[in-house]
């Protein structure tokens, strides 16, 4: 698997290895950054809106002030109504009521944590991993750090044997009080438990949760006192995997979103209840909070800068969302970029630019990686996520998100060490395993043999070249290195 450097070195050899010091450094290239390329942000879209919102007297004004608490009122229709037709398999409801401007998923995770939860009462934040390591401080900064859980995840999803197992260990301890926050009730509870999870194209691994598997998720969260924080930030990012053998020359024009899963809070809407008259019922009147929310965000959609987002839940949880502190000092946060959305949405621009701009772009950077893949790193590293579909099986005939997920085939490697060396030797940035373990129970579910790349950063070209520079550097590792490798770039470096 390695090359062996030869005992006796040419003299033009010597003359190459004298002009590679010499050589100027390989520029930088990031395979870790999960961001939108530039060339995928709608500027000129978002100029046009902008400019109409302006001009606009009828809303002007508003979008400028303090907004009121559940957030600018025509995104919200637009956004119910919208969702209402996406999700229309699973007679999604055009409710308002059901939803929740936010200033994006992680501000909004913060938000429920404050509303919905308390360290006195609730027993643990369980996230399935390998998890979106950032979740992990805003969880530690509500008051859970030591109560964050991990739970293994297999290729439809979470492991849910392994979360019942986790409840019940915590069912003969009851609370020694209710909770810390009396202030909450009528419009707002306290949850048992928090089970937070990415159901579609989840990061890193890339996989979607299957039909059963999110039944039987919601099933549990009900018997269990569970809220489901879903970060449903792909779910609009989804395209068909095109054939092995597809002809990448040519890129497609438009991309339609295929036909959606339902959504965990289509699911909890879906099931019928079998716990009405129960405790938890009497306890909040005729208040239904749910079980499972949908945690949206347009950061992937239009752009992170905006920091605007939804939630959808039940009227009351929604409406008890609302009721934060934090919203309520001065309504609901992203007011003038959600009124811009807003006007994005009624023009159909957003729209187009999914299906014209970014899922086209993302089907092809996800492909050239894949390729890529296939071509330098199969002998190395094992594909978890995101493969062809071929004729003779369509397993994984859709795909989404910005990232794929891999293994590596030699038990004695580090994907740790992989990449301080690939940083070193060859200027490449890639997220170790070990980024999103979770924090506090890295024990549970350990990642150092596997590593994430993302397709979404870089320009198609630099997406191969990456590739290949990791592949010299697993083809070249049992070599010698000259000096010691520098440690890794921080996480937040690069995001």
């Known amino acids: 698997m390695s090359i062996q450097p030869s005992k006796t070195v040419p003299l033009a050899g010597l003359a190459a290895s004298d002009a590679a010091k010499d050589a100027p450094p390989k520029p930088l290239i990031n395979l870790l950054r999960g961001w939108p390329a530039p060339s995928l942000l709608p500027i000129a879209q978002l100029q046009t809106a902008t400019a109409a919102l302006l001009t606009d007297s009828s809303i002007v004004v508003g979008s400028l002030q303090y907004g009121p608490d559940p957030g600018f009122q025509p995104l919200r229709e637009q956004l119910a109504s919208y969702l209402s037709r996406t999700f229309a398999a699973y007679d999604a409801p055009n409710d308002l009521e059901r939803i929740c401007i936010t200033g994006g998923a992680s501000q909004n995770a913060a938000c429920v944590l404050q509303s919905f939860t308390d360290p006195s009462y609730t027993v643990c934040i369980w996230m399935s991993a390998p998890c979106y390591f ?11 750090a030591g109560q964050l859980r991990a739970v293994p995840e297999d290729v439809q999803g979470t492991d849910l044997e392994a979360l019942e197992r986790g409840f019940r260990e915590f069912e003969t301890s009851p609370p020694s009080r209710p909770t810390f926050k009396p202030n909450l009730a009528p419009q707002r509870k306290v949850y048992r438990h928090i089970v937070y999870v990415v159901p579609t194209s989840s990061n890193p691994s890339g996989v979607t949760m299957t ?35 597809a002809n990448l020359t040519e890129k497609q024009s438009s991309v339609a979103l295929p036909p959606p899963l339902p959504r965990l809070v289509d699911v909890d809407r879906m099931l019928p209840r079998d716990d009405e008259g129960s405790e938890q019922s009497d306890i909040h009147g005729s208040r239904h909070f749910g079980n499972a929310i949908s945690n949206g965000s347009f950061s992937k959609i239009v752009a992170p800068g905006l920091r605007t987002g939804w939630v959808e839940a039940t009227p009351a949880f929604s409406y008890g969302l609302a009721q934060t502190g934090s919203t309520k000092s001065g309504g609901a946060p992203s007011q003038f970029s959600a009124a811009t959305i807003s006007v994005l949405m009624r023009t159909g621009e957003l729209d187009r630019s999914l299906q014209e701009v970014v899922r086209p772009a993302l089907q092809r950077r996800h492909c050239l990686l894949i390729r890529a ?18 004729r003779e099986s369509k397993l994984q005939a859709t795909y989404g998100g910005y990232f794929v997920w891999l293994k590596l085939r030699r038990a004695d490697l580090s994907a740790t060490a992989i990449a301080k060396r690939a940083l070193a030797k060859e200027n490449l940035v890639i997220a170790a395993g070990p980024l999103f373990e979770v924090k506090g129970d890295e024990s549970s579910a350990r990642f150092d043999d596997h590593i994430r790349l993302c397709f979404s950063w870089e320009d198609e070209a630099k997406i191969e070249e990456g590739v290949e520079r990791l592949a010299r550097v697993l083809r070249n590792w049992d070599e010698t290195l000259s000096e010691a490798d520098p440690a890794p770039a921080g996480a937040g470096d690069f995001k």
Do not use: H
């Open 134 to 144: 950032l979740m992990c401080p805003i969880f530690e900064d509500a008051g859970f």
């Open 373 to 390: 893949y296939e071509k330098y790193l199969s002998p190395f590293l094992e594909l978890k996520s995101g493969n062809f579909s071929t």
């Open 211 to 245: 039909v059963a598997r999110r039944e039987q998720l919601v099933r549990l969260a009900r018997k269990y006192d569970a809220l489901v924080i879903a970060d449903d930030v792909y779910d609009f990012l989804q395209w068909d995997v095109p054939q092995a053998d």
